[in-house]
């Protein structure tokens, strides 16, 4: 076991697989050059040359036709935008060819693209670099969303993504890439990313979250356990999963559940989540007066450090909604002293 | 272009007209359901793309595709089962007239949305490149199409990957009912075409055999590893954009265009090519009489399986 952080995984699961099948291709702006799309290219253009690790035109939506055109030759592609906002330009490709191309000629192609859509948050990312529109992909029928708020979970999206035959979207919070893990790098199970998963087992709260809210969920539900209050975490990676008996069993033990959206709640996933709990309520003894969601507010982000202040939930954000569905005092955790708009002392910009 | 080429061109020219006007004429009795963007008047590029037969090219096309299709070597049968929504039609009917596919000869599907199916092309001879085939794609769109991002995205990117790709541009003046000038800032497609260092050659008035040099020649070019190629050939649809009706009532365009192209039916000159090198008024004739009769039967097959499949009664 070693400790790996989610960049690195990210960059291990490209080199594995760029070997593995010589018909696999990296393409994306900035893959080859000096910053290496913060870190997670490094090495590739080295071990694999320029004909495979494309250094590409600015032209997010051409690339991603261009993708596909190498996918239904059978070649494995993974394109990265450092910005979901930038791929915005890509919609054209992803909606009306990616996503419907095996239904329009009524055919399951093998199409073996994997598109990294990288979300941005603080330093001013504002309206522009920090939008996360993962729910909506998730509602198109004929792509798979993954969002992997691990090491481990990020590892097994990219060799899901490049292996599996299905068009495969990975939202990769900037925020989470210098996350940590153990690892058995050689032995990750991929398949892993398609159960629903329970981080912090409790029988007071169940909480839902996915994405980069796992972890503050996660630091929260340790915060928790000190006053003897008992999470249980529950967190899904593949956003197209339909089955959610994981929450309905939680929620049957603990009534009670607070659902953390990582953007906007409006037309998100998380309320069709809520919808699939309301069919099966009657199983669970939900304390529907209990139900609480925290997300971000529906409004776009200001570039301003002074703006920003609020606009994310935290851990202590989490801790302090618990208190309340609780009626209980719990002492308000005061965070280390830090910028709100960094993940770390890591992160020095520029986004 | 040998006198059998242009034979072969003329009978595929002829099946294209027929089938197209056979889908034009039976549209109104509502067995097809999709909408049709037919290429009567355009099967000169399809025609030649014939001549050059070779199932290990791609083919990338666009919501006006039947003829594409077709001169690609796709199905008769499984297009006009398409069409009628058919589950053996060539996208088992997911698809209709604007989404085709036929990879067993290469043509390796058309999509609805404008410029849409270009960076696929690209995509398509980037794979050829990357495992060093010998073969090329064809990029078939229309002049709208030069409008588009899109466009420009893909062929800079054909060119900076040296890929072998055939831009073939259809030229018909008319996107929908707006002519060229209040859309287009350049009327000329060369100077952007040479802009991105491709290739060029235009064809202006069906003048075929030249079509048939420029296209050899384009072949070769990117066949050569010198980048993208990409041919204009300005070209007149008969039809409205959508549908099965002439609507020249509407007076877009002006007269003397559509009697230009009249003098330039395609159809017209490679018949008279083929009287010129000796073929008989009365071999050709028969020819288009078989084309049509093989058009007709192989339509109504599939007229007949839609109207089972629904349970309708023949009138």
């Keep these: ?351 | 272009m040998n006198d059998q080429l242009v034979l072969l061109a003329f009978k595929k020219a002829c099946e294209i007209r027929e089938a197209e006007t056979l889908i034009a004429e039976n549209y109104n009795k509502g067995y097809i359901r999709c909408p049709v963007h037919l290429s009567i008047g355009q099967e000169l590029v399809p025609s030649i793309l014939f001549s050059f037969h070779d199932v290990n090219d791609f083919a990338i096309s666009t919501h006006r595709s039947h003829a594409h299709y077709l001169g690609k070597g796709g199905s008769l049968q499984r297009f006009f089962d398409e069409l009628h929504g058919l589950p053996s039609g060539c996208s088992g009917g997911k698809g209709g007239s604007m989404h085709l596919i036929d990879e067993s000869v290469g043509f390796m599907g058309s999509t609805a949305i404008v410029g849409n199916s270009i960076p696929v092309g690209v995509g398509l001879a980037e794979a050829q490149k990357l495992s060093k085939s010998k073969n090329l794609t064809y990029i078939f769109l229309g002049d709208g199409a030069t409008e588009e991002g899109v466009f420009y995205e893909s062929i800079n990117y054909a060119y900076v990957r040296k890929l072998p790709c055939l831009f073939i541009v259809e030229n018909n003046e008319y996107s929908v009912y707006t002519p060229l000038k209040p859309r287009q800032s350049c009327l000329k497609l060369e100077n952007k075409a040479k802009a991105f260092n491709a290739h060029y050659s235009q064809n202006l008035l069906h003048e075929y055999k030249s079509l048939f040099n420029a296209w050899s020649d384009a072949i070769k070019y990117v066949k050569s590893n010198a980048g993208p190629a990409l041919i204009e050939v300005f070209t007149n649809r008969k039809l409205a954009h959508c549908g099965p009706e002439i609507d020249d009532n509407l007076g877009y365009r002006p007269q003397k265009f559509l009697s230009k192209w009249e003098k330039y039916n395609i159809l017209d000159i490679y018949y008279k090519s083929l009287l010129e090198a000796g073929y008989s008024k009365k071999y050709l004739e028969d020819l288009i009489s078989e084309i049509r009769q093989n058009c007709t039967n192989i339509y109504f097959k599939s007229e007949k399986k839609h109207i089972i499949l629904r349970g309708l009664n023949e009138s």
């Design chain 1, 1 to 351: 076991m070693e400790n790996y952080n989610y960049t690195k995984s990210i960059n291990l699961a490209l080199h594995e697989n760029m070997k593995l099948n010589s018909r696999s291709v990296c393409i994306g702006l900035g893959i080859n050059d000096p910053k290496r799309i913060f870190g997670t290219s490094i090495g590739l253009v080295e071990a694999f040359g320029e004909e495979r690790c494309i250094e590409p035109p600015t032209s997010e939506n051409a690339l991603t036709g261009i993708a596909l055109g190498l996918a239904l030759q059978s070649y494995s592609v993974c394109l990265t935008h450092q910005r979901f906002d930038f791929a915005l330009l890509s919609f054209d490709q992803l909606i009306n060819s990616i996503s419907k191309w095996s239904f329009m000629f009524n055919k399951e192609y093998k199409i073996s693209l994997l598109v990294r859509l990288i979300i941005g948050r603080g330093w001013g990312q504002g309206p522009t670099h920090s939008q996360s529109y993962h729910s909506f992909l998730s509602s198109l029928p004929g792509l798979q969303i993954y969002y992997p708020s691990s090491p481990s979970s990020a590892f097994a999206t990219i060799s899901k993504g490049m292996n599996s035959g299905k068009p495969t979207i990975m939202i990769e919070h900037r925020w989470l890439h210098n996350t940590n893990e153990l690892l058995d790098i050689s032995n990750i199970d991929i398949d892993i990313i398609d159960k629903m998963k329970i981080i912090h087992h409790g029988d007071d709260i169940t909480i839902f979250t996915y994405g980069y809210m796992v972890p503050e969920a996660f630091k929260a539900s340790q915060y928790l356990k000190s006053f003897d209050i008992k999470v249980e975490l529950i967190s899904m990676d593949n956003l197209s999963m339909k089955n959610i008996d994981t929450i309905i069993d939680s929620i049957s033990k603990t009534h009670r559940l607070l659902i953390i959206e990582p953007y906007y709640m409006q037309c998100s996933i998380t309320t069709n989540i809520c919808t699939e709990i309301l069919k099966k309520i009657t199983n669970t003894n939900l304390d529907l007066s209990s139900l609480e969601v925290l997300s971000l507010p529906f409004e776009n982000e200001s570039t301003s450090y002074f703006d920003t202040k609020d606009r994310y939930v935290t851990w202590v954000n989490i801790i302090n909604k618990i208190a309340d569905q609780l009626n209980q005092e719990i002492p308000c955790p005061t965070p280390k002293e830090r910028p709100h708009d960094v993940p770390g002392d890591w992160f020095k910009g520029p986004f």
